[in-house]
T-cell receptor, first 114, second 112 residues
């Protein structure tokens, strides 16, 4: 059972480049979300989805897009990378809404924007 | 505005002793609290949770205590083991809110 799989593990981008961080889960979870972790700031919610075809913004959505065409996949797109987006990104899923059941996290993508 | 605060960035505890990690919150609407553990280069993993209708929840060596009047949460690990060395995050949510609010984490080091 793979759980939540994130690719790539590491990525270096130049300012202005775009890229997609991939996230897939095999637990048939309806709820999926993206967090970023920065030193001294904990984990902050970027976007989330309560099911296929439904997405919504979290705490820090600017500069990111998401879509949810299937239950399994929830990619995060950086439209035009900026140094402020240097961070570790975690995808997470749960069987119910975030307030009702624990999140299962992937192992993260470490992104550096130069 | 940090609604969930972990005021101790780090904590060192002797192996076999009790580790106590603390968490304070400001939002009185929070009704569900969780603790996550994170090893380097891995994602956080769920440890234990508590609903606001309880004041204590136990799971093996881990116990979470909730003091609603003080808006304070603590995680007790007894006895502490070297494998407990990790960063611990507390998190909270309120009814109908899709967002988990995380604290900034406490790095626990267990000294053999």
């Amino acid at each position: 059972n793979a759980g939540v799989t994130q690719t790539p593990k590491f990525q270096v981008l130049k300012t202005g480049q775009s890229m997609t961080l991939q996230c897939a889960q095999d637990m048939n979870h309806e709820y999926m979300s993206w967090y970023r972790q920065d030193p001294g700031m904990g984990l902050r919610l970027i976007h989330y989805s309560v099911g296929a075809g439904i997405t919504d913004q979290g705490e820090v959505p600017n500069g990111y897009n998401v879509s949810r065409s299937t239950t399994e996949d929830f990619p995060l797109r950086l439209l035009s990378a900026a140094p402020s987006q240097t961070s570790v990104y975690f995808c997470a899923s749960s069987w119910d809404r975030a307030g009702n059941s624990p999140l299962h996290f992937g192992n993260g993508t470490r992104l550096t924007v130069t | 505005d940090q609604q969930v605060k972990q005021n101790s960035p780090s904590l060192s505890v002797q192996e076999g002793r009790i580790s106590i990690l603390n968490c304070d919150y400001t939002n009185s609407m929070f009704d569900y609290f969780l603790w996550y553990k994170k090893y380097p280069a891995e994602g956080p993993t769920f440890l234990i949770s508590i609903s606001s209708i309880k004041d204590k929840n136990e799971d093996g060596r881990f116990t979470v205590f909730l003091n609603k009047s003080a808006k304070h949460l603590s995680l007790h690990i007894v006895p502490s083991q070297p494998g407990d060395s990790a960063v611990y995050f507390c998190a909270a949510s309120s009814p109908g809110n899709e967002k988990l609010t995380f604290g900034t984490g406490t790095r626990l080091t267990i000294i053999p």
